[in-house]
């Protein structure tokens, strides 16, 4: 993937997922592309790194991470001792959890 660096792209290619290309610059993008287009194994490495991060990020593993979030905090946002945790089978976020 080649992008401008605003703040999301920046933080989302990082760590060999793609390349960042100065604004307006449509050289840049151009050698980037025929640069890809030229080294398979750069642009297969890239694809796997950005494949990686994506799975991070897909709805099952966003929901359990939420969960392991609101299962350690009350509705005021305290910790919750260990032996307590909000009952899941009530609410739709434990059924989105059981879902995943």
Known sequence: MISTPYWHAAELLRDQRGVLVPFADPKAIAREVSGLLRDEVRRNAMSDNAYKLGREMVWSNTARLYMR???????RG?????N???PRESSAIGRMNRRS
């Open 69 to 75: 979030s609101f299962e350690r905090h009350d509705v």
């Open 78 to 82: 305290n910790r919750c001792p260990a």
């Open 84 to 86: 307590l945790s909000p």
